[in-house]
């Protein structure tokens, strides 16, 4: 019998632009730097602009329209991430979908007795490793600013307690130079070298500008420093609709695109081909509350949006989902996690982070992290799609069914049914009388005991040796123990 071609699976997504929408925020992105401009603080960076064709006209830096075009054609279309152990885990590119926590909250809902408590550098040490062992988690971020570490010392403190926690590839922020000159000290002992370190890239630098049109000079330096490295950085503005951006999404993703591409113009005047994540930070400054919601619809309808652009551009891109504004875990989390978790895999957004976050970004929660990694499970097996085949479509097991019989002890049924259906690991389909044997639990005692367990049972690679005594002697240069 002649092989016959498969019939091709459907995988839905999503756009939430036209092409002649694109090319209107494209234009008037191109149109605000050209002609309303930016304040650049950073000195090397304002040298490197005008040196470049950029000119100072009324207090600002305005940039031409072929500068922009050069950098977004010079900017790699994919961005291999390396887990710390050197193995390819995390290529960030078109179709592919990742996703991690968020960084820098000020509490966290101690998982043992269920406290909103300050972060500490334990808990980011063990939010690190329970990530490692959420199958979903593809990458580790802080989740946290720890309390009890100085404050000048705490984003090399977070560095250091994630790559203890987790081999999983990391996202990290810093304060200044110094922080990112002992991150990069660090990490270069962990992969084993400076050129290890470039070929393997294991980490990506999260920085920001200040919505709107503001480039603080350390924050442009800590973006400088990457691009001399060869260090992977995102540079996601937030101009949140009503606060730092305007009211109207359009108007907040054609400021936030020109911001988000002078970042990447910089990268590429300093080192041309570094890796840069495109994308921005759109969630809405409630008038009501005045909080920057993370459940806002706003906030995934500008990531499909913005990724449209990034398409366009043919860049890798930033998100965010899996977040939520509730103060506890319970069924508005649930809703809103679970809506931007879809919108980021039918956008196809590469990188999304801020999973697990409660409380509008404030709180960090065990549990959000593992009822997140089971809604990603279930989005996922929906956006696979369905497979139509000989083996699917399943003729004999049709044609030997009794009528009004049933499929449940057909070989077809005993064959397949491990792969054809999705499989639970967190909601309950128990019947009633066993869910009350078993303690009557909800989702979020269920979250609790799975995350306890991972913690408990899930091993995490050591260090090398030669990263924990460069660790120790950072952090004795620092005034450390």
């Not at 995390?90 to 996703?99: C, D, R, S, T």
């Not at 969630?283 to 500008?302: F, N, T």
């Amino acid at each position: 019998m002649t092989r016959q071609i498969p019939v091709s699976t459907l995988h839905p997504t999503m756009r939430m632009l036209s092409d002649e929408q694109v090319q209107a925020i494209h234009h008037t992105s191109l149109d605000i730097l050209s002609q309303t401009g930016i304040v650049m603080k950073n000195q090397d960076a304002r040298q490197l602009l005008l040196d470049a064709g950029a000119w100072e006209s009324e207090g600002r830096i305005k940039l031409p329209e072929y500068l922009v075009m050069d950098a977004i054609a010079a900017a790699p279309s994919r961005i291999p991430m390396y887990n710390r152990l050197g193995e390819l885990t995390m290529p960030l590119e078109a179709g592919k979908v990742f996703f991690g926590p968020g960084s820098d909250c000020i509490f966290t809902m101690d998982v043992e007795t269920g406290e909103r408590r300050k972060t500490t550098a334990g808990d980011i040490r063990r939010i690190a490793h329970l990530c490692d062992g959420l199958e979903q988690m593809d990458f580790i971020m802080s989740m946290g600013n720890p309390s009890d570490v100085p404050a000048l010392d705490i984003y090399v403190h977070e560095f250091i307690s994630m790559i203890e926690g987790s081999v999983k590839p990391n996202v990290y922020t810093a304060n200044n130079r110094a922080d990112m000159e002992d991150i990069y000290r660090i990490a270069c002992a962990v992969a084993g070298g400076e050129t290890a370190l470039r070929e393997k890239p294991f980490m990506m630098l999260y920085a920001e500008s200040i919505s709107p049109l503001l480039y603080p000079e350390e924050s442009v330096d800590k973006l400088l420093f990457c691009a001399e490295k060869g260090i992977p950085v995102t540079y996601p503005p937030s101009p949140n609709t009503g606060g730092g951006g305007p009211i109207t999404l359009a108007g907040a993703l054609a400021l936030g695109n020109a911001e988000c591409l002078v970042g990447l113009v910089l990268t590429q005047l300093v080192r041309r081909g570094t890796p840069f994540l495109y994308g921005m930070n759109t969630a809405a400054l409630d008038m009501k509350s005045a909080i920057v919601s993370y459940g806002a619809p706003e906030w995934p309808a500008g990531m499909a949006a913005w990724c449209d652009v990034a398409r366009y551009y043919e860049l890798p891109t930033w998100g965010a989902a899996g977040a939520t504004d509730s103060k506890v875990v319970d069924a508005q989390a649930g809703i809103e996690a679970a809506i931007s978790i879809m919108a980021a895999f039918l956008a196809r957004c590469n990188l999304v982070h801020d999973v697990g976050y409660i409380e509008y970004g404030t709180t960090s929660s065990m549990e959000m992290l593992v009822i997140a990694d089971e809604i990603i499970r279930d989005v996922r097996f929906i956006l696979d799609g369905i497979e139509v085949s000989e083996r699917t479509l399943a003729r004999e097991a049709i044609h030997r069914v009794q009528p009004g019989g049933g499929f449940l002890a057909d070989d077809h049924t005993l064959d397949n049914w491990k792969w054809a259906q999705w499989r639970p690991r967190l909601i309950d389909r128990s019947r009633y009388d066993r869910w009350v044997e078993q303690g009557s639990q909800d989702m979020t005692a269920r979250a609790n005991a799975r995350a306890q367990q991972i913690l408990k049972e899930h091993e995490v690679p050591p260090l090398p040796e030669e990263a924990k005594k460069v660790i120790a002697d950072v952090l004795k240069a620092r005034g450390g123990d």
